[in-house]
């Protein structure tokens, strides 16, 4: 590793990916969007029909597939599937309720880690995710964990929602919530899990614009890393990028 990479792990619902893309612009990093990466291959399997239910057929769809990506700084990872530009094509529904079927497969994760861990090898990142500071990057230079109670996060969920004309109860958001806390902690494969050298963020009470300014400050101080100058327009801009990638199920 060349560069330095900082990790933000935490549950759905946490504010990973919005914040994940301020810290990038602020210390002028490259952005890992880890789940844009499952998202294409599942994509990937089901424009070839294979049965999602069946690991074997998703194992094998996958092993002559061709996914590359393009990480900046500013602006939203470019996803593309055999030189198919497919960023937007891997932000439905359909695709939203059937990635689990492949992130569940041991040969899709290892697949995945591995390309994760190619994309490192040159540093200058920020990542986030379920397990990339235990698993993908154990001795990343700065690690996060992101958490809020999980009536914030389906408060400010039911907000958005609302916002986007939805019908639905911060109730109904609530369990849903709990529901995915539930299932993310006990998977086998890439399952939550908290770094024993990770930093914890209460981000419950904080804006998305003050934790990033809270990982900022610990990588200047730790990392002796440099910010760059960025307008408040460009800030607004990565928030509202992160925030346009979800689906109406919040994840991205």
Do not use: W
Not at 28 to 56: E, I, S
Not at 210 to 231: F, G, H, P, W, Y
């Amino acid at each position: 590793m060349s560069g330095n990479i900082i990790t933000i792990d935490g549950p759905s619902g946490a504010g990973k990916s919005t914040i994940a893309r301020l810290v990038a612009l602020r210390l002028g990093l490259r952005y890992l969007d880890t789940g844009a990466m499952y998202r294409a291959l599942t994509l990937h399997c089901m424009r070839a029909a294979v049965h999602l239910d069946n690991p074997k057929e998703i194992a094998d769809c996958i092993k002559d597939v061709k996914l590359s990506v393009k990480l900046k700084h500013e602006g939203p990872m470019l996803v593309f599937l055999e030189e198919e530009d497919v960023t937007d094509k891997i932000r439905t529904q359909e695709v939203t309720r059937n990635i689990h079927y492949v992130a569940d497969v041991m040969e899709v994760r290892n697949f995945l880690v591995d390309m994760q861990r190619k994309i490192g090898e040159a540093g200058n990142l920020v990542t986030e995710g379920r397990d990339q500071g235990t698993l993908v990057f154990p001795n990343a230079s700065l690690k996060i964990y992101m958490f809020a109670t999980p009536e914030v996060r389906a408060r400010r969920r039911h907000t958005e929602l609302m916002q986007r004309g939805a019908e639905t109860s911060y109730e109904e958001v609530l369990e849903d919530v709990s529901k995915r806390d539930y299932l993310d902690m006990g998977r086998e494969l890439g399952g939550l899990k908290k770094a024993l050298d990770a930093v914890e963020l209460d981000t419950s009470e904080l804006s998305p614009e003050q934790v990033a300014e809270s990982i900022v400050k610990l990588a200047k101080s730790r990392l002796k890393m440099q910010t760059r100058k960025i307008d408040k327009n460009a800030l607004e801009a990565a928030r509202r990028q992160a925030e346009a990638q979800k689906d109406d199920s919040g994840e991205k």
